[in-house]
């Protein structure tokens, strides 16, 4: 009876672990291949990181390229004090946010309408991503010559009159060209969590009694909302660094009612020429 007790429980006893032959070479194997994206992203990023940063604490001004010297921190206080760059950051948040709010709204919009069912629904979704995809500068001048010109736009075409919409409203110009341009990517977001819903208890909802009103603000709504924050924070990075339509629509204008931090950094390089400025006021923006 004992000997059949021991063989039971040897039987039963854990083996002991098998050393895992080769993990390392293994885990360096797997790895290998994204080396090379990691090296290109480092120099396509970083690189010219630090070269800015170095760049910052020189008192370069290009018309004077003998008198480059080594200045410290001395440009970032420039920056840092000075009222155009203030004015410019105000602009840049009054730009981004109202671009922002716009055109998550008209995304959640068309979203909500695409999530229907109706006959030619793949061509009108189409048509509606089609803005996305021009290129910021070609949006820009199309806004610019096609619905603001105030002899043959489109909007003075249709409401008649001559205003000249950029110069009587130079924000609301910008911020309509990029709501135009950035409704579509919203809308995209927004539409993959609308059909990420679960058709069960939208179903469940209706058989209760839940009128359509009550299931899209205490359903839909919350369910969102990790892709409203999504798309708030992706179009605020991207919207931040405008350029093309400030630069072709309003050049900064009115006066500096348009200016951004983009293209502030832009005139104080090649109107004012001052490099070391400008590289202190990028770093500032990155950071």
């Known amino acids: 009876m004992t000997d059949v007790i021991t063989r039971a429980d040897?039987?039963?006893?854990?083996?002991?672990?098998?050393?895992?032959?080769?993990?390392?070479?293994?885990?360096?194997?797997?790895?290998?291949?994204?080396?090379?994206?990691?090296?290109?992203?480092?120099?396509?990023?970083?690189?010219?990181?630090?070269?800015?940063?170095?760049?910052?604490?020189?008192?370069?001004?290009?018309?004077?390229?003998?008198?480059?010297?080594?200045?410290?921190?001395?440009?970032?206080?420039?920056?840092?004090?000075?009222?155009?760059?203030?004015?410019?950051?105000?602009?840049?948040?009054?730009?981004?946010?109202?671009?922002?709010?716009?055109?998550?709204?008209?995304?959640?919009?068309?979203a909500v309408l695409l999530d229907r069912k109706f006959p030619g629904r793949s061509i009108v979704r189409t048509m509606l991503i089609t803005p996305f995809l021009v290129m910021p500068i070609a949006a820009a001048l199309l806004w610019k010559h096609a619905i603001y010109n105030p002899g043959y736009g489109l909007i003075n075409g249709i409401f008649g009159g001559s205003t000249d919409w950029v110069s009587s409203y130079p924000k609301a110009a910008v911020i309509a060209t990029l709501v135009w341009q950035w409704t579509p990517f919203m809308m995209l977001i927004l539409l993959a969590g609308l059909q990420s819903q679960s058709e069960d208890i939208l179903e469940a909802a209706r058989v209760d009694g839940a009128s359509g009103w009550r299931i899209f603000t205490s359903m839909t709504l919350p369910h969102l909302r990790q892709y409203l924050e999504l798309g708030a924070l992706l179009g605020s990075i991207y919207l931040v660094n405008t350029f093309d339509a400030v630069f072709t629509i309003t050049q900064g204008g009115p006066g500096s009612q348009t200016t951004n931090l983009p293209y502030e950094i832009y005139l104080t390089t090649f109107r004012k020429f001052e490099y070391g400025e400008a590289s202190a006021a990028g770093v500032i923006v990155v950071l």
Do not use: C, H
Not at 36 to 58: D, E
Not at 75 to 97: C, E, G, I, K, M
């Open 10 to 110: 040897e039987q039963t006893e854990t083996p002991p672990p098998v050393p895992v032959k080769g993990g390392a070479k293994d885990r360096w194997v797997r790895r290998a291949p994204l080396l090379p994206a990691l090296i290109f992203a480092i120099i396509v990023t970083q690189v010219p990181f630090l070269v800015t940063i170095y760049l910052s604490t020189l008192g370069w001004n290009a018309l004077r390229p003998g008198a480059r010297n080594f200045v410290g921190i001395d440009n970032y206080v420039t920056v840092l004090t000075d009222s155009r760059l203030r004015s410019a950051l105000a602009n840049t948040v009054v730009l981004t946010a109202g671009a922002v709010i716009f055109s998550m709204i008209l995304g959640l919009a068309l």
